[in-house]
């Protein structure tokens, strides 16, 4: 019998397959298990389905799950907010970090990053909604701060810029959606056109990937619709 998460992942696979064929010149699309608040043994379950890509979101929580896991060859994404301190740790630990709004930190992880590890793939994230609590650079800003950021990435040559991040807003209301992920891709087009190592538009969640990848979206972060209800209990505002 078929596990509750190889159910689940054959279905979110069969259902990307179709949201990225309404559009035949779709990119290829990768899918990030978000494994926040998941035992470790649910990581191996989706390990041994064919899944590579992992997303945390909590620092402390990743590392001791990295202890365990250290014999597989998983592609470890950072998705949550980053303290400054933290900066050393996640540029040692980390493939992806996708939660970057500020130059004091991509400092800082270029600056850590150890020299026998390929440069930090990186996105930067945008807040779509209005909501200034959210992290990310506000999008009405995101031309001129990202010209700024960009500028400041030909000084940091162990980033890597990959493109860009959100997570639209959480409304009943879809055409803001639509509104926040079309603009996404808007932005990432224009990114793109200037920076060859650009290829990736960050975005899609469990309750939205459909959406987000119809709008050209081609990495999702999907984590309950995968795992199920998380688990672990982690200091710190889960998204
Ligand atoms: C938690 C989280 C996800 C996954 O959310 P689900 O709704 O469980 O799929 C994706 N991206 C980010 C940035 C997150 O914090």
């Known amino acids: 019998m078929m596990s509750i998460i190889s159910k689940n992942i054959f279905e979110i696979h069969q259902s990307i397959q179709e949201a990225s064929s309404i559009n035949s010149s779709h990119e290829k ?6 494994s926040k608040g ?20 909590y620092l402390q929580e990743a ?3 990295k202890i365990q896991l250290q014999k597989f060859p998983i592609q470890w994404h950072f998705l949550g907010p980053i303290q400054s301190n933290k900066c050393k740790l996640i540029t040692e630990n980390f493939d992806w970090v996708h939660s970057i709004d500020r130059i004091k930190v991509m400092r800082l992880l270029n600056d850590f990053r150890p020299s026998n590890l390929t440069p930090l793939n990186i996105c930067i ?13 506000p999008i009405k800003n995101a031309n001129y701060d990202l010209a700024s950021l960009i500028q400041e990435l030909k000084e940091l040559p162990r980033l890597k ?4 991040m ?3 807003s959480n409304t009943e209301n879809i055409n803001q959606v639509i509104d926040e992920l079309k603009s996404m891709y808007t932005l990432y087009t224009e990114l ?16 939205d990937y459909k959406l987000a990848i119809k ?15 998380r688990a672990i209990k982690t200091k710190g505002v889960d998204k």
């Open 166 to 168: 959100s997570i639209p």
């Open 192 to 207: 793109k056109n200037q920076i060859n190592t650009v290829d990736t538009l960050s975005m899609g969640m469990s309750n």
């Open 215 to 229: 709008y050209g979206s081609n990495l999702v972060r999907i984590g309950t619709a995968i795992f199920g209800i």
């Open 38 to 57: 998941q035992p470790f043994n649910k990581i191996i379950e989706a390990f041994d389905i064919g899944i590579l890509n992992f997303g945390e979101n």
């Open 125 to 137: 994230q945008i807040n779509t909604s209005s909501e200034d609590t959210k992290s990310g650079i």
């Open 29 to 34: 699309i990768t899918l990030v298990a978000v």
């Open 161 to 164: 810029l990959r493109g860009i």
């Open 63 to 65: 590392l001791d799950k």
